[in-house]
């Protein structure tokens, strides 16, 4: 198998290894970790991807799948309004640095984060492999425009069904909507900003028919080329996201609300422990 954020098309053999890879592995047996009320899938990349390529397969009704960090993962906690939308959702991975530390903190156990980029790039690999369709939505004009190049490009077989940036008027949403509903999508990547993204997909339900529904946030400014993944050192190390702050100073105030999550944690642990 490729390495995480990599795009490279394989050989036809290894393209037969690869898929019958995701069909061997056992997903029923895959366990919840709870995060502050939030039950996030303890799965690697690959059983994540297994996980959905199952969703897609079972064709009864729309799946929303959830990544999250530290910061969302508060804004979803136990308690808070938002709570609704992870109550809702099929699935929801562990995509940010510090879930991991969380999840021990607080007696569980995650097997690894699951990065965006990486999962996207399986699954549209998946996508090429089954003909499964898909629908890009999010982002700016001329990001989604490079972004579907590059796919197009690196996965010739895939069939992306419909695309379209994420700033609409009433009457254009309603034209989006209702390209999704007659493309009839196998997974649409959803690309708006936290929790706008979350509202939307519950908002609209009745359009993705049997869709696999995945919010990916800023992954297409990513894959479009305009904003530069982190280097390998601050990936490995865990510090993606002190990467982000270095390119992106006025990420600080989210750094902030990252050290509330870490405190919170830290506390409601320590009252673990005294029950």
């Not at 997909?201 to 992954?219: L, Q, S, Y």
């Amino acid at each position: 198998m490729k390495q995480p954020g990599e795009i490279r098309h394989l050989s036809a053999k290894d393209d037969r290894d690869y898929l019958l890879d995701y069909q061997s592995l056992d997903i029923d047996n895959l366990e919840k970790t709870d995060i502050l009320g939030v039950p996030f899938e303890n799965a690697s990349l690959d059983e994540a991807v297994a996980k959905i390529y199952h969703l897609m397969e079972e064709k009864d009704h729309y799946h929303h799948v959830l990544l999250l960090d530290p910061v969302k993962t508060m804004a979803l906690r136990k308690g808070k309004k938002l709570h609704r939308i992870a109550q809702k959702a099929s699935l929801i991975l562990a995509e940010g640095a510090g879930l991991q530390w969380a999840a021990r903190r607080l007696g569980g156990e995650l097997k690894e984060r699951i990065p965006t980029i990486a999962l996207m790039m399986d699954l549209v690999r998946l996508c090429e492999l089954r003909n499964y369709s898909i629908f890009l939505l999010g982002g700016k004009e001329d990001i989604i425009e490079k972004v579907y190049f590059n796919l197009s490009r690196h996965f010739p077989g895939v069939r992306i069904v419909g695309r379209h940036a994420g700033y609409m008027n009433t009457q254009r949403e309603l034209l989006v909507k209702e390209s999704i509903r007659k493309t009839s999508p196998n997974i649409i990547f959803l690309a708006m900003d936290f929790p706008d993204q979350e509202i939307w997909i519950e908002n609209n339900t009745a359009f993705f028919g049997h869709a696999v529904v995945i919010g990916v946030a800023g992954a297409m400014d990513i894959l479009s080329g305009k904003v530069r993944k982190a280097p390998n050192f601050f990936k490995l190390k865990g510090l993606t996201w002190f990467w982000r702050i270095l390119v992106r100073p006025w990420r600080l105030i989210r750094l902030s609300r990252m050290i509330g999550f870490f405190l919170f944690v830290w506390v409601k642990s320590l009252f673990q422990k005294r029950k």
